[in-house]
């Protein structure tokens, strides 16, 4: 029971400054992380409910009706499936890796081990690019919503607002943040799930009033909207819905128990690809014409949902204000979990020479005050879209999210085939493995090729007729992804590493648990068959 008094010990000095690292045991057993100094306070069903539900913000309910308008629900099936395979591959390589290094900067550190350093901060900034972006994004939809609903205060002062509550939430701690991710990603979900309910019961013809509608809108206006094009179009568009799957690894430094914990949400990740990707595509196109002129022109966020145009379809007006209050809570949500992963991302690099050293800095509760609070001053850039000469570069800023996510992407499978490739050159195999991806090198080699792939073409729709302004959004990260490879490498002399020199050792620990069974699960066996039952799902 020598873990348990670790624990014991180290849950009373919680609050005391972060220990240095010395005894292997006692740091693998600590509250406070002794290398990033962040609380481990992260439950497994927290972590588990963040892969299922997390990140799920106005991109999927409102976004969607973009996608679903410029490529019909065929195309939107097709996008929402094919890029859930390159994020389930992608997926399987994170898995592998967070499992075994569930400590210090996630996916950004191990590409500077196993790859170079230069090409870690490469990857950290880009990863930086995605969640500032997101963020402004999020801002901006909740300050919309809240001006839909009554104009009386400027949409600036709402934004004033609502970046002072968060800010104040977020230095409540990683707890916290993980409790409050719990329920907002349940309430999500049960809000899907109500709306496949009624998606059924519409179509089938048992709302009263309406008529049953079946598969009327595959065939007027039809399965797709511009050909192949559109296919495309919608391809690229899905792609930027997935972002965040990957933020489970983030996260894993912050959690009590990610031996256990990680691969659980790598598992979650099928199943919200398959019920929350998947479900919205094949429910959004059954129910809703994608020649609905409220797609694109609807006056507020709400009225571009595939969601509040089946609503309204089906004889409910008031429906709109229902469906603003769901990308409300969906918005919290994102907004949260955005100044989390950015504040995270930023804390890392700091703490590993690839950004300004102050915010690599937490206090004895193990919040990163800096990092927090610069992350959050990004969410200053979604006051530019108020200014009509400010909103088209707003635009252009928010679209950087998109190849970002493919570099990101990429960069995480290289990682992966690197390590693998390291791992058997110092003589290991893949059994000693806590979590094997699955089809190794197949699934590996995939998720790099399709996503430099798509890194290459997600601004084809540029060329004809060209637009100058959309092609360097498109294609400007790609150059500066090299451009910070290159400076970086030059001014730190860094080196790429050899196989039988990547570190293998370093940020391993076990889970915070006794010798016996994890501490949420002590006692599992006296509860209740309810309450087991609820564990399970």
């Given at each position: 029971?020598?873990?348990?008094?670790?624990?014991?010990?180290?849950?009373?000095?919680?609050?005391?400054?972060?220990?240095?690292?010395?005894?292997?045991?006692?740091?693998?057993?600590?509250?406070?992380?002794?290398?990033?100094?962040?609380?481990?306070?992260?439950?497994?069903?927290?972590?588990?409910?963040?892969?299922?539900?997390?990140?799920?913000?106005?991109?999927?309910?409102?976004?969607?009706?973009?996608?679903?308008?410029?490529?019909?629900?065929?195309?939107?099936?097709?996008?929402?499936?094919?890029?859930?395979?390159?994020?389930?591959?992608?997926?399987?390589?994170?898995?592998?890796?967070?499992?075994?290094?569930?400590?210090?900067?996630?996916?950004?550190?191990?590409?500077?081990?196993?790859?170079?350093?230069?090409?870690?901060?490469?990857?950290?900034?880009?990863?930086?690019?995605?969640?500032?972006?997101?963020?402004?994004?999020?801002?901006?939809?909740?300050?919309?919503?809240?001006?839909?609903?009554?104009?009386?205060?400027?949409?600036?002062?709402?934004?004033?607002?609502?970046?002072?509550?968060?800010?104040?939430?977020?230095?409540?701690?990683?707890?916290?943040?993980?409790?409050?991710?719990?329920?907002?990603?349940?309430?999500?979900?049960?809000?899907?799930?109500?709306?496949?309910?009624?998606?059924?019961?519409?179509?089938?013809?048992?709302?009263?009033?309406?008529d049953a509608i079946g598969f009327r809108y595959w065939h007027d206006p039809g399965p797709f909207a511009d050909g192949f094009r559109g296919v495309a179009k919608v391809f690229v568009f899905c792609s930027t819905?997935?972002?965040?799957?990957?933020?489970?690894?983030?996260?894993?430094?912050?959690?009590?128990?990610?031996?256990?914990?990680?691969?659980?949400?790598?598992?979650?990740?099928?199943?919200?690809?398959?019920?929350?990707?998947?479900?919205?595509?094949?429910?959004?196109?059954?129910?809703?014409?994608?020649?609905?002129?409220?797609?694109?022109?609807?006056?507020?966020?709400?009225?571009?949902?595939?969601?509040?145009?089946?609503?309204?379809?089906?004889?409910?007006?008031?429906?709109?204000?229902?469906?603003?209050?769901?990308?409300?809570?969906?918005?919290?949500?994102?907004?949260?979990?955005?100044?989390?992963?950015?504040?995270?991302?930023?804390?890392?690099?700091?703490?590993?020479?690839?950004?300004?050293?102050?915010?690599?800095?937490?206090?004895?509760?193990?919040?990163?005050?800096?990092?927090?609070?610069?992350?959050?001053?990004?969410?200053?850039?979604?006051?530019?879209?108020?200014?009509?000469?400010?909103?088209?570069?707003?635009?252009?800023?928010?679209?950087?999210?998109?190849?970002?996510?493919?570099?990101?992407?990429?960069?995480?499978?290289?990682?992966?085939?690197?390590?693998?490739?390291?791992?058997?050159?110092?003589?290991?195999?893949?059994?000693?493995?806590?979590?094997?991806?699955?089809?190794?090198?197949?699934?590996?080699?995939?998720?790099?090729?399709?996503?430099?792939?798509?890194?290459?073409?997600?601004?084809?729709?540029?060329?004809?007729?060209?637009?100058?302004?959309?092609?360097?959004?498109?294609?400007?990260?790609?150059?500066?992804?090299?451009?910070?490879?290159?400076?970086?490498?030059?001014?730190?002399?860094?080196?790429?590493?050899?196989?039988?020199?990547?570190?293998?050792?370093?940020?391993?620990?076990?889970?915070?648990?006794?010798?016996?069974?994890?501490?949420?699960?002590?006692?599992?066996?006296?509860?209740?068959?309810?309450?087991?039952?609820?564990?399970?799902?």
């Amino acid at each position: 029971m020598d873990n348990l008094k670790y624990v014991e010990e180290d849950e009373e000095r919680a609050g005391a400054s972060p220990p240095r690292k010395g005894d292997v045991d006692g740091d693998d057993f600590r509250v406070i992380d002794p290398e990033s100094g962040v609380k481990r306070g992260l439950k497994t069903r927290h972590l588990s409910m963040m892969a299922l539900a997390g990140i799920i913000g106005p991109g999927l309910l409102v976004g969607s009706g973009s996608a679903l308008a410029g490529g019909g629900p065929a195309s939107l099936i097709i996008g929402f499936g094919l890029v859930g395979i390159i994020a389930f591959s992608v997926m399987q390589s994170i898995g592998e890796l967070t499992t075994l290094y569930p400590s210090g900067g996630a996916f950004i550190q191990l590409a500077s081990r196993m790859v170079d350093p230069a090409f870690g901060v490469a990857v950290g900034w880009n990863y930086f690019i995605i969640w500032f972006t997101v963020l402004a994004n999020e801002y901006n939809a909740v300050s919309s919503i809240l001006v839909f609903w009554s104009d009386k205060v400027p949409i600036w002062g709402y934004f004033l607002l609502l970046w002072t509550a968060f800010l104040l939430f977020q230095l409540c701690g990683v707890s916290t943040f993980g409790e409050a991710e719990f329920w907002l990603a349940l309430i999500k979900l049960v809000g899907l799930v109500a709306f496949y309910i009624f998606a059924i019961i519409y179509v089938s013809g048992g709302v009263i009033g309406a008529d049953a509608i079946g598969f009327r809108y595959w065939h007027d206006p039809g399965p797709f909207a511009d050909g192949f094009r559109g296919v495309a179009k919608v391809f690229v568009f899905c792609s930027t819905f997935y972002a965040g799957v990957e933020s489970v690894a983030v996260a894993a430094t912050e959690t009590k128990n990610p031996g256990v914990a990680v691969p659980l949400a790598i598992r979650q990740v099928f199943w919200r690809i398959l019920f929350v990707y998947m479900g919205a595509a094949f429910f959004f196109g059954l129910t809703c014409p994608s020649n609905s002129d409220q797609l694109l022109n609807g006056p507020s966020r709400a009225l571009q949902s595939p969601m509040t145009v089946a609503l309204q379809n089906a004889g409910w007006q008031g429906g709109v204000h229902l469906i603003n209050a769901f990308i409300l809570i969906t918005c919290v949500s994102a907004i949260n979990s955005s100044i989390y992963i950015a504040s995270r991302t930023l804390l890392f690099m700091a703490q590993q020479r690839m950004a300004p050293a102050v915010l690599g800095w937490t206090d004895r509760r193990g919040v990163p005050i800096p990092a927090i609070v610069v992350a959050n001053t990004f969410g200053a850039l979604s006051m530019m879209n108020v200014s009509t000469g400010a909103a088209r570069a707003y635009g252009y800023i928010v679209n950087l999210s998109g190849v970002s996510t493919f570099i990101v992407w990429g960069a995480i499978s290289f990682t992966h085939i690197r390590f693998r490739r390291a791992w058997k050159s110092q003589g290991h195999s893949a059994a000693e493995l806590p979590f094997a991806s699955l089809w190794y090198p197949w699934n590996a080699y995939f998720g790099l090729g399709s996503n430099v792939f798509l890194a290459l073409v997600q601004g084809w729709s540029y060329f004809s007729p060209f637009d100058v302004g959309g092609f360097i959004d498109a294609y400007i990260l790609l150059p500066l992804f090299f451009i910070i490879f290159v400076g970086y490498k030059v001014i730190f002399k860094t080196k790429f590493w050899g196989l039988a020199e990547v570190d293998l050792h370093s940020g391993r620990r076990r889970d915070l648990k006794d010798a016996n069974e994890v501490a949420e699960a002590e006692g599992a066996a006296a509860q209740p068959w309810w309450r087991r039952l609820w564990n399970v799902i």
